[in-house]
Protein backbone atom coordinates (compact mmCIF):
# COMPACT_ATOMS: atom_id res chain seq x y z
CA UNK A 1 0.00 0.00 0.00
CA UNK A 2 1.46 3.61 -0.62
CA UNK A 3 1.52 6.50 0.92
CA UNK A 4 -1.20 7.71 -0.96
CA UNK A 5 -4.03 5.02 -0.56
CA UNK A 6 -3.31 5.43 3.19
CA UNK A 7 -3.71 9.14 3.49
CA UNK A 8 -7.25 8.95 1.63
CA UNK A 9 -8.26 6.19 4.58
CA UNK A 10 -7.05 8.15 7.25
CA UNK A 11 -9.18 11.14 5.85
CA UNK A 12 -12.01 9.11 5.18
CA UNK A 13 -11.86 7.69 8.59
CA UNK A 14 -11.22 11.58 10.30
CA UNK A 15 -14.43 12.88 9.06
CA UNK A 16 -16.45 10.07 9.38
CA UNK A 17 -15.68 10.18 13.31
CA UNK A 18 -13.39 13.50 13.89
CA UNK A 19 -13.35 12.94 17.47
CA UNK A 20 -12.74 9.38 18.05
CA UNK A 21 -11.82 7.88 21.47
CA UNK A 22 -12.06 4.96 23.70
CA UNK A 23 -15.53 3.33 24.45
CA UNK A 24 -13.81 2.84 28.44
CA UNK A 25 -16.11 5.47 30.70
CA UNK A 26 -13.36 7.33 32.52
CA UNK A 27 -13.06 11.35 33.95
CA UNK A 28 -9.29 10.77 35.23
CA UNK A 29 -5.95 9.02 34.10
CA UNK A 30 -6.00 6.74 36.76
CA UNK A 31 -9.70 5.80 36.33
CA UNK A 32 -8.68 4.86 33.02
CA UNK A 33 -5.49 3.16 34.35
CA UNK A 34 -8.13 1.28 35.60
CA UNK A 35 -10.23 0.23 33.05
CA UNK A 36 -7.56 -0.43 30.72
CA UNK A 37 -6.28 -3.59 33.33
CA UNK A 38 -10.03 -4.41 33.52
CA UNK A 39 -10.55 -4.57 29.96
CA UNK A 40 -7.98 -7.62 29.26
CA UNK A 41 -10.01 -10.42 27.58
CA UNK A 42 -13.26 -8.86 28.85
CA UNK A 43 -15.61 -6.25 26.65
CA UNK A 44 -15.63 -2.58 27.14
CA UNK A 45 -19.55 -3.01 28.09
CA UNK A 46 -18.81 -5.01 30.73
CA UNK A 47 -16.09 -3.67 31.91
CA UNK A 48 -18.71 0.06 32.27
CA UNK A 49 -20.95 -1.80 34.06
CA UNK A 50 -18.54 -2.35 36.72
CA UNK A 51 -16.50 0.74 36.93
CA UNK A 52 -19.95 3.08 36.74
CA UNK A 53 -20.57 1.13 40.33
CA UNK A 54 -17.02 1.46 41.44
CA UNK A 55 -15.68 4.75 40.81
CA UNK A 56 -18.73 6.61 42.38
CA UNK A 57 -17.22 5.23 45.40
CA UNK A 58 -13.39 4.66 45.02
CA UNK A 59 -11.79 6.16 41.98
CA UNK A 60 -8.12 7.27 43.59
CA UNK A 61 -5.59 4.94 44.69
CA UNK A 62 -6.12 5.62 48.32
CA UNK A 63 -9.68 4.71 47.96
CA UNK A 64 -8.81 1.60 46.13
CA UNK A 65 -6.51 -0.03 49.07
CA UNK A 66 -8.93 1.50 51.53
CA UNK A 67 -11.78 -0.88 49.93
CA UNK A 68 -9.09 -4.01 50.39
CA UNK A 69 -8.78 -6.47 47.94
CA UNK A 70 -12.03 -8.54 48.83
CA UNK A 71 -13.89 -5.12 48.36
CA UNK A 72 -12.51 -4.11 45.03
CA UNK A 73 -13.25 -7.78 44.36
CA UNK A 74 -17.19 -7.24 44.71
CA UNK A 75 -17.15 -4.82 42.53
CA UNK A 76 -15.13 -6.09 39.34
CA UNK A 77 -16.66 -9.83 40.01
CA UNK A 78 -18.27 -9.90 36.74
CA UNK A 79 -15.61 -9.29 34.71
CA UNK A 80 -13.48 -12.38 33.57
CA UNK A 81 -10.36 -12.86 35.69
CA UNK A 82 -11.58 -10.61 37.90
CA UNK A 83 -9.40 -12.24 40.97
CA UNK A 84 -5.77 -11.49 39.32
CA UNK A 85 -7.23 -8.49 37.90
CA UNK A 86 -7.99 -7.21 41.31
CA UNK A 87 -4.43 -8.15 43.17
CA UNK A 88 -2.58 -6.27 39.97
CA UNK A 89 -4.44 -3.22 40.82
CA UNK A 90 -4.13 -3.20 44.51
CA UNK A 91 -0.56 -3.97 44.09
CA UNK A 92 -1.01 -0.98 41.45
CA UNK A 93 -2.20 1.66 43.89
CA UNK A 94 0.14 0.52 46.40
CA UNK A 95 3.62 1.74 44.06
CA UNK A 96 1.42 4.49 43.17
CA UNK A 97 0.97 5.75 46.35
CA UNK A 98 4.29 4.63 47.41
CA UNK A 99 6.72 5.76 44.76
CA UNK A 100 4.17 8.04 41.94
CA UNK A 101 2.57 10.54 44.69
CA UNK A 102 -0.65 8.61 43.49
CA UNK A 103 -0.34 10.00 39.76
CA UNK A 104 -0.04 7.59 37.14
CA UNK A 105 3.20 8.01 35.43
CA UNK A 106 3.41 9.25 32.04
CA UNK A 107 6.25 7.26 30.56
CA UNK A 108 6.42 3.60 29.19
CA UNK A 109 8.58 2.34 31.42
CA UNK A 110 7.10 3.39 34.68
CA UNK A 111 3.43 2.47 33.02
CA UNK A 112 4.79 -1.16 32.39
CA UNK A 113 6.54 -1.69 35.80
CA UNK A 114 3.13 -1.30 36.74
CA UNK A 115 1.63 -5.01 38.01
CA UNK A 116 -1.56 -6.02 34.88
CA UNK A 117 -0.19 -3.05 32.45
CA UNK A 118 1.87 -4.80 29.14
CA UNK A 119 2.62 -2.72 26.65
CA UNK A 120 -0.79 -2.37 25.06
CA UNK A 121 -2.19 -0.71 28.15
CA UNK A 122 0.68 1.18 28.69
CA UNK A 123 0.46 3.04 25.48
CA UNK A 124 -3.86 3.35 25.91
CA UNK A 125 -3.23 5.39 28.52
CA UNK A 126 0.10 7.49 27.03
CA UNK A 127 -2.18 8.06 23.87
CA UNK A 128 -6.16 8.36 25.52
CA UNK A 129 -5.01 10.19 28.98
CA UNK A 130 -1.66 11.84 28.38
CA UNK A 131 -1.80 12.89 24.26
CA UNK A 132 1.03 10.75 23.18
CA UNK A 133 1.10 9.05 19.72
CA UNK A 134 1.55 5.91 20.32
CA UNK A 135 -0.22 2.65 18.92
CA UNK A 136 -2.26 0.51 21.45
CA UNK A 137 -2.41 -2.95 19.03
CA UNK A 138 -4.99 -5.17 20.35
CA UNK A 139 -7.10 -7.80 18.09
CA UNK A 140 -8.75 -5.62 15.79
CA UNK A 141 -6.00 -3.47 15.07
CA UNK A 142 -3.91 -6.30 14.42
CA UNK A 143 -6.43 -7.42 11.74
CA UNK A 144 -7.32 -4.14 10.07
CA UNK A 145 -3.74 -3.41 9.87
CA UNK A 146 -2.36 -6.74 8.26
CA UNK A 147 -5.90 -7.41 6.42
CA UNK A 148 -6.21 -4.03 5.13
CA UNK A 149 -2.62 -3.44 4.25
CA UNK A 150 -2.15 -0.09 6.34
CA UNK A 151 0.62 -2.11 8.55
CA UNK A 152 1.66 -5.59 7.72
CA UNK A 153 3.40 -7.13 10.48
CA UNK A 154 3.63 -10.95 11.72
CA UNK A 155 3.75 -9.60 15.70
CA UNK A 156 1.74 -7.09 17.84
CA UNK A 157 5.22 -4.93 17.99
CA UNK A 158 6.32 -4.81 14.26
CA UNK A 159 2.27 -3.86 13.84
CA UNK A 160 2.69 -1.10 15.96
CA UNK A 161 6.27 -0.01 14.79
CA UNK A 162 4.80 -0.37 11.43
CA UNK A 163 2.15 1.88 12.29
CA UNK A 164 4.14 4.42 13.34
CA UNK A 165 6.29 4.57 10.64
CA UNK A 166 3.49 4.40 7.73
CA UNK A 167 0.23 6.15 9.32
CA UNK A 168 0.59 10.23 7.95
CA UNK A 169 1.38 12.36 10.97
CA UNK A 170 -1.57 14.34 11.00
CA UNK A 171 -3.42 11.00 12.17
CA UNK A 172 -1.41 9.32 14.45
CA UNK A 173 -2.81 10.51 17.27
CA UNK A 174 -6.11 9.30 16.77
CA UNK A 175 -5.39 6.48 14.82
CA UNK A 176 -5.47 3.57 16.88
CA UNK A 177 -8.98 4.61 18.09
CA UNK A 178 -10.36 4.64 14.23
CA UNK A 179 -8.64 1.24 13.78
CA UNK A 180 -10.23 -0.18 16.97
CA UNK A 181 -13.43 0.90 15.73
CA UNK A 182 -12.88 -0.21 12.48
CA UNK A 183 -12.10 -4.09 13.67
CA UNK A 184 -14.94 -3.60 15.80
CA UNK A 185 -17.62 -2.64 14.12
CA UNK A 186 -16.90 -3.07 10.55
CA UNK A 187 -13.76 -5.15 9.77
CA UNK A 188 -14.88 -7.73 11.76
CA UNK A 189 -12.98 -11.21 12.22
CA UNK A 190 -15.04 -13.88 10.60
CA UNK A 191 -17.02 -11.99 7.70
CA UNK A 192 -15.95 -8.65 7.21
CA UNK A 193 -19.17 -5.87 6.10
CA UNK A 194 -16.77 -4.85 3.36
CA UNK A 195 -20.50 -3.50 1.68
CA UNK A 196 -20.91 -1.07 3.63
CA UNK A 197 -17.27 -0.33 4.59
CA UNK A 198 -15.95 3.47 3.78
CA UNK A 199 -12.21 2.46 2.66
CA UNK A 200 -13.58 -1.17 0.70
CA UNK A 201 -12.07 0.87 -2.88
CA UNK A 202 -8.47 1.37 -1.05
CA UNK A 203 -8.02 -1.55 0.91
CA UNK A 204 -6.22 -4.59 0.02
CA UNK A 205 -7.80 -7.86 1.58
CA UNK A 206 -8.04 -10.11 -1.96
CA UNK A 207 -11.57 -11.78 -0.51
CA UNK A 208 -13.91 -9.21 -0.30
CA UNK A 209 -17.51 -9.53 0.56
CA UNK A 210 -20.86 -8.09 -0.70
CA UNK A 211 -22.21 -7.58 2.98
Known amino acids: ?3 KKREQIFSRLQADNPHPTTELNYRSAFELLVA ?30 KLGLDGLKNY ?10 AENIIKTCEILVNKHQSLVPQTREELEALP ?8 VVLNTAFGQPTMAVDTHIFRVSNRTGIAPGKTVVEVEKNLL ?14 LILHGRYTCVARKPK ?13 HKTGD
Open 1 to 3: MNS
Open 36 to 65: VILSAQATDKGVNKATDKLFPVANTPEAIL
Open 76 to 85: VKTIGLFNSK
Open 116 to 123: GVGRKTAN
Open 165 to 178: KFVPKGYLMDAHHW
Open 194 to 206: CGSCLIEDLCDYK
